[in-house]
């Protein structure tokens, strides 16, 4: 018997739904899990080594001031900060090896490791801390994180993700982010300690591509807990994986 025309199209259409069943719906997954986003932020965030100079413009309650520096940092342990301007912080050095962190003073040319306590204490006036110059680690080293649902920052789609501390040794027990979808950086940070008291948020601004990574150009830091309009860290250059030579992460360095 020779089958029919509508016979054939009845049969072919019975092949593609069974088809169909086999192919795994994609929808259903367009959502990244936290881990693979974490992943993704830290492509772009963390690098071989780095050199960059900068702004932080801190809004107190007074006034406004501006502090230029240049930083040299390599992989997450080591970093090495020297104050350009203005005059009153003019050759003020911090070294930071793996968790010690000293700093140099030139008007009292001495040599002062910052640890304990005066890790919480503000950089300068401004609302970062000690222990936020040395964290740098990758979030993917001490975080969980769970998609919690999307949003949008600046007109961009984001993912909401929340993020626990898998270690001790980090300065916020918890973490709210909001993760650009397509960009894979985060557009605002909210920090949290181990109590679930809210501590700072971070905005990050002026996203650009630097070859292959997307990095802020302009990051706002507000301490909750303090007065004055928040401190802007504002990226003048940076550079990723150039050479760095090793003589300058000693503690020699520091009073040259």
Same mark, same amino acid.
Request: proline letters at 3%; one cysteine or more; glycine letters at 4%.
């Given at each position: 018997m020779?089958?029919?025309?509508?016979?054939?199209?009845l049969?072919?259409?019975?092949?593609?739904?069974?088809?169909?069943?086999?192919?795994?719906?994609?929808?259903?997954?367009?959502?990244?899990?936290?881990?693979?986003?974490?992943?993704?932020?830290?492509?772009?965030?963390?690098?071989?080594?780095?050199?960059?100079?900068?702004?932080?413009?801190?809004?107190?309650?007074?006034?406004?001031?501006?502090?230029?520096?240049?930083?040299?940092?390599v992989?997450?342990?080591?970093?090495?900060?020297?104050?350009?301007?203005?005059?009153?912080?003019?050759?003020?050095?911090?070294? *930071? #090896?793996?968790?010690?962190?000293?700093? !140099?003073? @030139?008007?009292?040319?001495?040599?002062?490791?910052? /640890?304990g306590h005066? $890790?919480?204490q503000?950089?300068?006036?401004?609302?970062?801390?000690?222990?936020?110059?040395?964290?740098?680690?990758?979030?993917?080293?001490?975080?969980?994180?769970?998609?919690?649902?999307?949003?949008?920052?600046?007109?961009r789609?984001?993912?909401?993700?929340?993020?626990?501390?898998?270690?001790?040794?980090?300065?916020?027990?918890?973490? *709210? #982010?909001c993760?650009?979808?397509?960009? !894979?950086? @985060?557009?605002r940070?909210?920090?949290?300690?181990? /109590?679930?008291?809210? $501590?700072?948020?971070?905005?990050?601004?002026?996203?650009?591509?630097?070859?292959n990574?997307?990095?802020?150009?302009?990051?706002?830091?507000?301490?909750?807990?303090?007065?004055?309009?928040?401190?802007?860290?504002?990226?003048e250059?940076?550079?990723?994986?150039?050479?760095?030579?090793?003589?300058?992460?000693?503690?020699?360095?520091?009073? *040259?």
């Open positions: 020779i089958p029919t025309i509508r016979h054939q199209a049969t072919l259409a019975a092949l593609l739904f069974a088809f169909a069943l086999l192919i795994p719906d994609f929808s259903a997954s367009q959502t990244p899990s936290g881990e693979e986003i974490l992943q993704r932020i830290d492509e772009n965030i963390s690098s071989d080594n780095r050199v960059f100079t900068s702004q932080m413009i801190i809004h107190g309650r007074r006034g406004s001031r501006t502090i230029l520096s240049k930083s040299w940092a992989g997450e342990e080591k970093s090495y900060s020297e104050y350009l301007a203005p005059a009153r912080e003019k050759g003020t050095k911090m070294l *930071k #090896l793996e968790d010690m962190l000293w700093m !140099y003073s @030139p008007f009292a040319d001495r040599i002062i490791q910052i /640890s005066m $890790l919480r503000s950089v300068m006036g401004s609302d970062l801390s000690y222990e936020d110059m040395m964290e740098d680690s990758k979030l993917t080293r001490h975080y969980a994180a769970t998609v919690t649902g999307d949003t949008t920052i600046d007109e789609s984001c993912w909401k993700l929340e993020l626990t501390a898998r270690t001790e040794d980090v300065a916020y027990h918890s973490r *709210k #982010l993760v650009d979808k397509e960009r !894979y950086i @985060p557009l940070e909210e920090l949290f300690a181990k /109590s679930g008291k809210l $501590l700072k948020i971070l905005e990050l601004k002026d996203i650009k591509q630097i070859k990574r997307w990095y802020p150009g302009r990051m706002i830091f507000k301490d909750v807990l303090k007065t004055g309009g928040g401190t802007e860290f504002v990226i250059s940076i550079e990723f994986d150039v050479e760095i030579p090793e003589y300058i992460f000693s503690k020699a360095s520091l009073k *040259k």
